[in-house]
């Protein structure tokens, strides 16, 4: 029922983390770059770090060219996501492991063809995982913006162990009355309902976005219904992610 | 459970709906504006109207003045928002039934102390039952960038039929442990999920969104709890809008 | 010949002065929210706070939807607006006297229907009223950006005594060759002139506007005749305002 | 009390009006280009053509640089300048004899010492009177969003006419307990009142924009002092325009 | 000299061409979008169509993650480049062939060593040539914006035979004193002088665009060495775009 | 062969430099203005100080009026521009020896009749001398953002000494087979290869920049008769600048 996946890690050598995720015919290239320091409205007291994340379509990712909006960089559709992505990066991850460090997560669709949001959550957890396992293991030194003591030892500090849970993400809808996994656009776009959901390892949610689609509305049945078939999707997800992790 | 709701139509008189919605603390003022003609990107032969929404926090709604953001009038937490907002209303409004028109549905914070986002669907719903019923009943003259033959008579056409559904929304959370209903914005500090619902009179869900917060997922248990808390609180609101719909 | 005015003190609670202002079915919310410190363009050794003021035209204030700018959120009328509703509120304040605090007044329109900058204007002296007795009678704590010497007794702040005078402000025009008081939409559209007036308790002038309408000039005999009508106007609102005052 | 004022008109070429306009060390160089068509906002049946006017400050117009706003070109000052420069033209213009014509005046302020807006304003209408005479006396060729049929004379056409007054402007102000005209820099600075007076040679005022400074107001004798001497200065920069516009 | 070239052709499949390019570590994806209808500047009765080009780099492609800029989605270098490489596209392809077609070429850069400007020019050609032979051998249907007669038949047409020429782009420099071609990142850095040569199969410049860095200027026998190398370069790149040409 | 130069130096007297240079119908007013202190992104032991350029188009100097545009106030034409005129005049100054000092050049066209953009850098090069020949040759107090330690004496420090070389700049295109020096707007729309060239007294090349117009490459023929066209007319222009100079 999942599209066939294929995880590409250090697509690129720059940034602390590159994934290319390909997904059926959707491809999302999603780096993590490290850079020291926490955001200047950080408390003077507040430890650890802070991740962001971004969420852009290139303009050949669709059929129809998507023209770059006129002012900013991505549309009220990205915004929405990439605060979808970014709450849900941050429900696995400790920030006050990673010392004061700002790890940016810029997701890149290359090709669109449905579920892009779910797979950006997807690679963004394995590129999490290859820019974390770059941080030095040595408390870093003090950085801009940080309060930061170097003669006390921060036993807290061990970004290899930041990562709390493991994280995928799955789309799910109703398509003629049927549950379907991992929507490709033709689906989506006849679906009713149109759900994401962030599933953890350990078997927590942390994000669920149900919306009706074409003025039909959806009942509880159909809400267990597609809970059941992400929980199977993101298991599926996790395996792929943990056979890949470990190749390297 | 739920807060004290009061609401005041025709609060203003310009617009063709005017809700003023207290909840608790929260205070949202509503307007539904109706523009003759459809966006530019509709197709020639695309029959009925449009509706969107918009969602602003006036500065003065929170205790630290909220500024205008730099660049335009929202910020993405507000764009998340109000993509939310008119999603929820398309799922209850036949647009083919509204003639060539534009509906704007503009959402204002007053007062922000928790839930105003579904506090604006709630809101919303009532004011657009005010503005459809000032809509003529007669088929509505040509307008601009709309395909409108009026040797045809378009028997679909009924904006005092175009509401499918009622529709109210309600955030739930779990503080403590404890499932809560309606949180205000101490309570939602505190919560470890946040769930936003909007329901309908018939018993269709139109969104349900659920974040994790603070780093601690949700299981399925707690989904199914909310859900139901979130149900009830529906169903309260529905009968205090009808009471006030019925007012006048 | 002024339409009436009800203020409703204390509308919302979360900023420090919460007036909505209604003047005929002109409909404006003000509010006075107060931030510690002061802007980054004082001097170091510059005493006091600043005041600043924006306006802004909720889209359901007009018949016809009043679409928020594309960049920004007010457009160049409410630019030259907010510019001169600040110039008017500095003119009664003694910046010195209330410590590095910046005081942001928000004027929002709810309803349009001609006079909202001097509705905003006789608003503001209300809730800035309110606004400052909220201010702590002891000397405030240094705050960013201020330079603030804790030992030296600061004789001068006194924020209750801040304001120097009383401020009231009105329209007034020359409509169909007579001289008319706080004109609504339909006159000021029909009006030859259009004067805006902001005027005190002492009996000074503060801002005096007054433009030429429809192609036509006015000569020294109509503005004497404006600011005598003017002035009577501004008496009138301020024994409003000063009952509203008493009030509570 | 007037500064010298040298004017140099078709300072350039391009534009149909071009002047360079020093009064005393404020240098300010004014054009006016002519546009057939109308703005899109004109109504189908409306007759004539419109007139825009645009002030900017070069960022070497001041002895500390004026770096350029961070989005567009003016800034909120500038705003409410061109604004003001906008309606004093449109005062003494009959746009309904320009036929299909948009005509865009744009101020750009060379060198900064007082009264750059008034001097904008006595400079545009030398540019103007240019920029009409070299309109063709014949009705024009019908141009785009203008209804016009070609069949039909327009006896009303007549640029050479359009003008229907002489238009000068100066600032006024109160300085040291005196009345002093065309203030510098140094004198507004140290200002009580400021005051702009657009004037014409008919005796109508067109503009008057007075505003307290340093949180003083002013009564009705200084307005009156004031506008005496603004009449006064007008009248002799009105002299200087004629003397400059019969040269050629 | 020049570093290792491996060019992916089809990337993606949603855009009509779609080239990977790698060059050293340097890495650019370069889409060729093609649209129906010609810009809206488009004279009525210009025949043809347009190209156009973007130039991003992604926030991943540096070592120090690369913001995207606040307003827009390139900053004043990447709208100097991508003039650049538009203009070096409509060098070598003639617009009236293309009929009612608008061609957008988005150079995207994944990873950044140096040479990212030419390599882009040098992947936009194979990614061209991709999407013309796409495009439809006979008359295309009449397109938004497009003068076109279907009755008449153009002769001229032929997508097929638009490029007039093969195109490649290389960089070269001064370092230590030594001509180098395909400056990486480190060289670059310390060259004296920078120059980017776009050239044809035919022999034929069509951009050369050199630069002293570091302050140090260079002489005519800088320029002809440096010209020299970049010829011999593009006509190595050129063989490999070939070789990959025909690979299919 | 190059058209008539007539510089003012001194044009207006606020800023350090102002020249208003008039090449045949292009005239360009440039001004240069000191800024104490170096930018934000100055390293804190860097030494020296920076120079900047804009360049703008004056509405009215173009015969069809050119718009501002929508957000900021150069587009993306000047913004190329801009950067190539930065680049020329820091290939000619040594930035160590001017101290914490920001150098503002900025260039406006009044009237655009072809060469805009190499008058500028011509006119920014006498710009400059006049402007440095205002710094203090004693060490400058410390500045914002700069690292000074007034007790070493700088022995490098010397404005008078900061420029290096003499620079001048020339466009050369061919017309109808013949190189053609100083290009006009006519004479540019027809030429088949555009080159700008910025060059200096010691016989160095800063900036070459060449481009093929209207589809037609150039051959290296082409190339060093274009350079030797430009080195003689740079020549021509540094005798004129020098006579200038000296003038006062």
């Not at 599209?3 to 720059?14: A, E, K, L």
């Not at 290239?29 to 379509?57: L, N, R």
């Not at 394995?126 to 820019?131: E, G, I, P, T």
């Amino acid at each position: 029922m999942l599209r066939p996946i294929r995880i590409t890690r250090s697509f690129t050598q720059t940034p602390a983390g590159s994934v290319l995720w390909q997904q059926g015919n959707t491809v999302v290239f999603c780096t993590t770059s490290v850079t020291p320091g926490v955001p200047p409205w950080f408390k003077p007291d507040q430890p650890g770090g802070w991740i962001t994340a971004e969420y852009v379509m290139l303009p050949g990712s669709t059929p129809q060219r998507k023209a770059w909006p006129k002012t900013g960089h991505t549309d009220s559709r990205g915004t929405e996501i990439q605060r979808l992505i970014g709450r849900a990066l941050r429900g696995v991850i400790d920030l006050s492991r990673i010392g004061p460090h700002t790890l940016a997560v810029d997701c890149q669709v290359l090709q669109a063809d449905g579920g892009t949001r779910t797979a950006c959550i997807s690679a963004a957890y394995v590129s999490l995982c290859d820019a974390l396992a770059k941080l030095p293991r040595e408390l870093p030194a003090p950085a801009p913006n940080a309060k930061f003591d170097p003669r006390v030892v921060n036993k807290d500090y061990n970004p290899a162990q930041a990562l709390t849970d493991q994280l995928a993400a799955v789309s799910v809808g109703i398509v003629n009355g049927q549950v379907e996994l991992d929507l490709d656009y033709i689906k989506d776009s006849n679906a009713s309902v149109d759900m994401n959901v962030a599933y953890t390892k350990s078997g927590k949610f942390v994000e669920i976005q149900a919306a009706a689609e074409n003025g039909q509305g959806f009942d509880r049945v159909a809400v267990n219904q597609m809970l059941d078939a992400a929980v199977k999707g993101c298991e599926e997800i996790m395996a792929i992610q943990t056979e890949s992790l470990q190749a390297k």
